[in-house]
């Protein structure tokens, strides 16, 4: 069963830290690019992150240049997403996803982000 379970989310002032995991099982994660999606209540669904199978080719939206930082460890077929300096208008429900961009072929559930003092 093809299957991306995310976790890490939870409430963060504006200006910290969290960092989400995303655990691959069920299809070959080591060939497989990846992605991070955000959807923020009101909005549409933005691709925040991706990253290559090998990770060595990565992109990053420009609203998170700078304080996002997409990883991946094959072994352990786990996705990651170092969140820093948050701020409020990081409030979103975020999703990991198999593939390069914003249309995926398989999803997690997401985790919930909210930036908040």
């Known amino acids: 069963q093809v299957q991306l379970v995310e976790s890490g989310g939870g409430l963060a002032q504006p200006g910290g830290s969290l960092r989400l995991s995303c655990a691959a099982s069920g299809f070959t994660f080591s060939t497989s690019s990846m992605s991070w999606a955000r959807q923020a209540p009101g909005k549409g669904l933005e691709w925040v992150a991706g990253?290559?199978?090998?990770?060595?080719?990565?992109f990053r939206a420009d609203s998170v240049t700078g304080r996002f930082t997409i990883s991946r460890d094959n072994d352990k077929n786990t996705l990651y997403l170092q969140m820093n300096s948050l701020k409020p208008e990081d409030t979103a429900l975020y999703y990991c996803?198999?593939?390069?961009?914003?249309?995926?072929?398989?999803w997690g559930q997401g985790t919930q982000v909210t930036v908040s003092s």
């Open positions: 996803s198999k593939g390069w961009g914003p249309r995926g072929d398989v």
């Open positions: 990253i290559s199978s090998s990770g060595h080719n990565t």
